[in-house]
C-alpha cells in the first residue's frame, strides 16, 4: 500500500515480557473511516499510542506518507499531523476553553499570547463543532463531561490533523452531539484527513466507517471493507483463540429456589454518569461474574458496594440489612462483612514499601489486637496462616511486599481479606497481570470459597474466566445490566456480543 | 456584556477576589485608625516593610502553581541581599553593575534548582531544603558579619515617595515635573513591585511557558499529551522564583544598607512566603492563583502586624493571631473535598 498515510511494518511492544503488540502490519489511506476492533487487551490502545508518540515500539518501523518516522513525544507526533484524542480527556481543567483549545500553539503578538485572537479562533472551532453555546472563557472544569468531549475535538480540529485518531471519543457524548462528529468525520474525509475510529458501539462503527481493521492478543488479524463480513462473523475473528487455562469444574446450575434467598441483591444502583440503574443479586455458594468491555460501570459498581463512593442511589440489601456500606470499614465490619480485591493491587491494594506481613495484616487488626496494642504472637500465627493457605512462596515475611512476583502479590491482597473470613467477595480482575499458574490456584480458590458458602461477585476483562468461572454472568453496558446469562449459556459469543451490546440471533 | 464577564472573572477567582477585599477592609481600618492615616508617610513606612515579602511571595508563587514547594526563596533572598550589600556601591554605574549581578546571581540560584529538580527528578520540597542550606551557607561566606556598605543616595531614593526618589537624582524640577504630579506621593517600593509585576510576571503569565506552568499544576498528564513543554515550563518557573527572591534580596539589602546572613530570617521570609500565595488565593495543589494575589497576601500578613503597632497589643501574640488568619483563609479551600464523590480520589 504506497498510498497509504500511515503505515505499521512488523511493529512489536511488549511491557514485562507480556506480548501488547507484535509484529503487526497495518495501514490506513487518506480520506478514509478507518474503525479498529477487538476485545479488551488485543492491542488497540497500544497501537494508537505508538501512532501519537505515547509510547515508543520495541521494535518495527512507522512511515508517514512513505517516509520513515518515530515520534519521540506527543508533541513530535501532533507537528507531523498525528492528532489523537483520548479516553480520558487531554484538557485541562484549571484553563479556559479557549486557552485549551490552542494550548500548545496559541495565536502570538510580539511573542506573546494574544489573548482576543485566540478567543475568536476558540469561537470558529468550537462553532464548527456546533458548540456555540460554550464561552470560550469558561473554565473547563466548569463543563459538563459531553461538552468537554466536544470541546477536546474542537481542540484536535485546531491542529488540522491528517490523521485523526478518535478513541472511545463518542462515549459520553449526547445523541445531537453525536450526529455532529458524524458529519465532521465526513467532511474531513473529503478533505483527505484518514481517521482512525475506535468504538464498543457496533451501530456506530456500521453508520461510520468504511473499512474495518480486527485486532486480538496483540495482532492484526484481517482488515477488511464495510459489509464484507456479518456481525457474527466480525465478532468470530475478535474471539477465536486458545483457551490457556484450565478451570475447576463447576457445580450443576442451581435453580433460583435452590440458590436461597441472594445475599447481596443490588437495585438501581445510580452514581454519577458511570451506573445507570444496575440490578443483580449473589446468593451463597455462587460467583457472579460481571461481564462487559472495560470501563461500563463495573469498577464503579464494586467501588459503590465496598462504600468508596459518595452519594450513590439505589436499593442494596446485604443479608437482612439494607443500605450501601458508608465506607470501606463499615463494608468490612461484622455487619456485611464484605471483602474487595482492588483493580490496581499497587496502587489500591497494597502498601508496596512495607513488610509482607503488615500488609497482610493490614485488614484484620482488630481480630490480633490486645486493647490498643497489637499482640505479636497472634499476628505471627495469622500470617503463617495466611501464607499457608494461599502458598505464597516467600523468602521472610519481613520482606517488603513489592519485592514479590505479581501473582504473589496479588496473592497477598486476596490472603489479607481473607483473613477477616468475609461473606461477601468482590473482586475486581484479579488475574490481570499475573503468570497462568497463579491465575489457575486463584480460581481453584475462587470455588473452594463458594463451595464453604461464600458470595462472591467477580469482574474480570478475560471473558474465558467468565465462562470458566461463573455460575452467572451479568454483562454491564453504559452502566447498567443489558444481558443475564447462566450455566451453558455463558459463551464468548453471546459475551462478546452483549459487551458490545448488539443481538447476534438476530444479526 | 461587560456584567458578564465580571462575574465570571469572580467566580474563577473568587480566592484572589476575597483575598482583595480583605486587604481593602483591613488598610482602610488601619488607616482609620492610626493618628496620622491616610498620610504619605504612612504609606511609605508601610510599602518599606512590605515590599521584601511582597517579592519573595511572588518567588514562592511558581512552585506552588507547578503543585511543588520552593523551601529556598528566603534562604536566596539572604544569600542575595548579602551579595548586593558588597556590589551595590560606588560610582552610578558600579551600583547598576552591581545591582544587575546580584539580580542574575539569585537567578542562576533558581536556574539551579530548577536544573536539580527536573533532571536530578527530586521533588522540589527536599531538593530546595537542600540548596536553602547551601545559599545560606553561601550567605554565611559572603558577609560573615552583618554590615555593607549600600550607596546612601539609593537608600533615601528607594525607600521613600516618589517626590524624594525625583529629588534625590535631580529630576523633580522642584516637583513640577509634568510625569511627576500624580505619583509624587506614591511610595517607591509600591512602584517596584509593580513594575517588577507588570514587565516580569505579566508576560510570563502570558507566554507558553508560563501557561505550561499551569497546566503542569492542574493536570501534569494532559499537558504532557498535548505536547506542552514540561521540562522547560519547570525550569523557568524555579528560575523566574530565583530572580524574584533576588529582588526581594536587592531590595532588603537597600532598604537596610547592609546585608546580614541572618538564618532565622530566611526561614521566617520562607514560611510566611507560603502563607502570604495561599492568603492571596494560589491553590497548594497548583494549577489556580497568581503572582499579583501574593503580593496582596504578603500585603494581608503585614498588615495584620501594622495592627499590633497602633492597638498596642502584646506581640508575643502576633503568631498566635497569625496562624489563627491562616488556618481560617486555607479552611475554605478545604470545601473542595466535600465535593468529591470517589473516596479514593481524596488519596491521589
Not at chain 1, 308 to 313: E, G, I, K, P, Q
Not at chain 2, 114 to 137: D, E, K
Not at chain 2, 320 to 343: M, Y
Request: net charge neutral; with cysteine.
Amino acid at each position: 500500500m504506497s498510498d497509504a498515510i500511515v503505515e505499521y511494518r512488523g511493529i512489536s511492544k511488549f511491557f514485562a515480557g507480556i506480548r501488547a503488540l507484535e509484529n503487526v502490519d497495518f495501514a490506513c489511506s487518506p480520506g478514509s473511516i478507518h474503525a479498529i476492533l477487538g476485545e479488551n487487551g488485543a492491542g488497540k490502545s497500544t497501537l494508537i499510542k505508538i501512532m501519537s508518540g505515547v509510547l515508543q515500539p520495541d521494535a518495527g518501523e512507522i512511515r508517514l506518507e512513505g517516509k520513515p518516522v518515530t515520534f519521540p513525544t506527543p508533541d513530535a507526533a501532533n507537528r507531523a499531523g498525528i492528532v489523537c484524542m483520548f479516553q480520558e480527556l487531554s484538557l485541562i481543567p484549571d484553563l479556559s476553553v479557549a486557552d485549551n483549545i490552542s494550548i500548545s500553539d496559541p495565536p502570538r503578538r510580539f511573542g506573546l499570547i494574544d489573548s482576543r485572537a485566540q478567543i475568536a479562533r476558540a469561537e470558529d472551532l468550537l462553532a464548527r463543532v456546533r458548540c456555540e453555546d460554550v464561552d470560550p472563557r469558561s473554565l473547563v472544569r466548569e463543563l459538563s463531561l459531553s461538552r468537554r468531549q466536544m470541546v477536546e475535538i474542537a481542540k484536535a480540529l485546531g491542529r488540522k490533523p491528517k490523521v485523526l485518531i478518535l478513541d472511545e471519543a463518542t462515549s459520553a457524548l449526547t445523541s445531537r452531539d453525536v450526529q455532529t462528529v458524524y458529519d465532521l468525520l465526513a467532511e474531513l474525509k473529503d478533505e483527505g484527513v484518514a481517521s482512525l475510529f475506535i468504538s464498543h458501539r457496533m451501530h456506530e462503527v456500521d453508520a461510520l466507517c468504511d473499512t474495518l481493521a480486527v485486532f486480538r492478543n496483540g495482532q492484526h488479524i484481517e482488515t477488511f471493507a464495510k459489509g464484507e463480513k456479518s456481525e457474527r462473523e466480525i465478532v468470530h475473528l475478535m474471539i477465536g483463540r486458545d483457551v490457556e487455562a484450565q478451570f475447576p469444574p463447576k457445580p450443576p446450575l442451581k435453580s433460583p429456589e435452590e440458590r436461597g434467598k441472594p445475599l447481596l441483591k443490588v437495585q438501581g444502583l445510580k452514581w454519577e454518569t458511570k451506573l445507570n440503574g444496575v440490578d443483580l443479586s449473589v446468593c451463597r455458594g455462587e460467583i457472579v461474574g460481571l461481564g462487559g468491555l472495560d470501563g461500563q460501570g463495573q469498577k464503579e459498581l464494586l467501588l459503590a458496594l465496598f462504600g468508596a463512593l459518595r452519594d450513590v442511589d439505589g436499593e442494596v440489601t446485604i443479608g437482612n440489612r439494607k443500605g450501601i456500606p458508608s465506607s470501606p470499614a463499615g463494608a468490612k465490619s461484622a455487619a456485611t462483612r464484605m471483602a474487595l480485591v482492588p483493580e490496581d493491587r499497587k496502587t489500591e491494594g497494597l502498601m508496596l514499601g512495607m513488610p509482607i506481613s503488615d500488609n497482610l495484616l493490614a485488614a484484620s487488626y482488630g481480630k490480633i489486637s490486645r486493647g490498643p496494642f497489637i499482640d505479636p504472637a497472634l499476628a505471627r500465627h495469622a500470617v503463617e496462616d495466611g501464607l499457608k493457605k494461599l502458598q505464597i512462596k516467600i523468602g521472610s515475611a519481613s520482606d517488603p511486599v513489592m519485592t514479590l512476583s505479581g501473582g504473589n502479590q496479588q496473592k497477598v491482597v486476596i490472603a489479607k481479606w481473607l483473613m477477616i473470613d468475609p461473606d461477601i467477595i468482590l473482586l475486581n480482575d484479579p488475574t490481570r497481570g499475573i503468570d497462568v499458574g497463579t491465575k489457575q490456584e486463584i480460581y481453584r480458590l475462587m470455588r473452594e470459597l463458594a463451595n464453604e458458602g461464600k458470595a462472591i461477585l467477580f469482574y474480570s476483562s478475560d471473558y474465558a474466566e467468565l465462562i470458566g468461572c461463573c455460575d452467572r454472568v451479568s454483562v454491564l453496558y453504559g452502566g447498567r445490566v443489558v444481558s443475564e446469562q447462566e450455566g451453558d449459556d455463558i459463551t464468548e459469543e453471546s459475551l462478546v456480543a452483549a459487551s458490545l451490546n448488539i443481538d447476534v440471533e438476530a444479526a | 456584556m461587560r456584567g458578564t464577564n465580571l462575574k465570571r472573572w469572580l467566580l474563577q477567582n473568587v480566592g484572589f477576589g476575597t483575598a482583595l477585599l480583605l486587604l481593602a477592609v483591613l488598610y482602610i481600618s488601619y488607616n482609620m485608625m492610626h493618628p496620622r492615616g491616610f498620610s504619605s508617610a504612612v504609606a511609605v513606612q508601610n510599602a518599606n516593610e512590605t515590599a521584601a515579602i511582597a517579592f519573595v511571595a511572588m518567588a514562592q508563587t511558581l512552585p506552588v502553581l507547578l503543585g511543588g514547594l520552593d523551601l529556598s526563596v528566603g534562604a536566596v533572598m539572604t544569600l542575595t541581599s548579602c551579595i548586593a550589600s558588597h556590589l551595590v556601591s560606588g560610582s552610578p554605574a558600579q551600583i547598576l553593575l552591581g545591582m544587575v549581578l546580584t539580580l542574575l546571581s539569585g537567578t542562576a540560584f533558581g536556574l539551579m534548582n530548577g536544573l536539580i529538580v527536573v533532571y536530578g527528578r527530586i521533588q522540589p520540597i527536599i531538593a530546595t531544603l537542600a540548596t536553602g542550606a547551601v545559599a545560606v551557607g553561601l550567605a554565611l561566606l559572603v558577609r560573615p558579619k552583618p554590615g555593607g556598605d549600600v550607596d546612601g543616595d539609593l537608600n533615601w531614593a528607594l525607600t521613600n515617595s516618589v517626590f524624594d526618589f525625583a529629588d534625590t537624582y535631580g529630576l523633580a524640577d522642584g516637583g513640577n515635573a509634568w510625569w511627576l504630579r500624580p505619583i509624587a506621593n506614591v511610595p517607591v517600593p509600591v512602584i517596584l513591585v509593580a513594575l517588577i509585576a507588570i514587565l516580569v510576571w505579566v508576560p510570563f503569565r502570558r507566554s507558553v511557558t508560563g501557561r505550561t506552568v499551569y497546566a503542569i499544576g492542574s493536570a501534569e498528564g494532559p499537558a504532557f499529551m498535548s505536547g506542552l513543554p514540561i521540562h522547560r515550563a519547570k525550569i523557568a518557573a524555579f528560575t523566574m522564583g530565583g530572580f524574584f527572591a533576588a529582588c526581594g534580596g536587592l531590595y532588603l539589602a537597600i532598604q537596610t544598607s547592609s546585608g546580614n546572613a541572618d538564618i532565622q530570617q530566611a526561614g521566617a521570609y520562607t514560611l510566611n512566603s507560603i502563607a502570604a500565595v495561599v492568603l492571596g488565593g494560589t491553590s497548594l495543589l497548583g494549577g489556580i492563583g497568581s503572582a499579583i494575589g501574593s503580593i496582596v497576601g504578603a500585603m494581608i500578613l503585614r498588615v495584620i502586624s501594622f495592627y499590633f503597632r497602633i492597638l498596642d497589643i502584646d506581640p508575643l501574640l502576633q503568631p498566635l493571631i497569625e496562624g489563627v488568619v491562616l488556618l481560617v483563609a486555607v479552611s475554605f479551600g478545604a470545601f473542595r473535598t466535600l465535593r468529591v464523590k470517589n473516596k479514593l480520589d481524596l488519596f491521589r
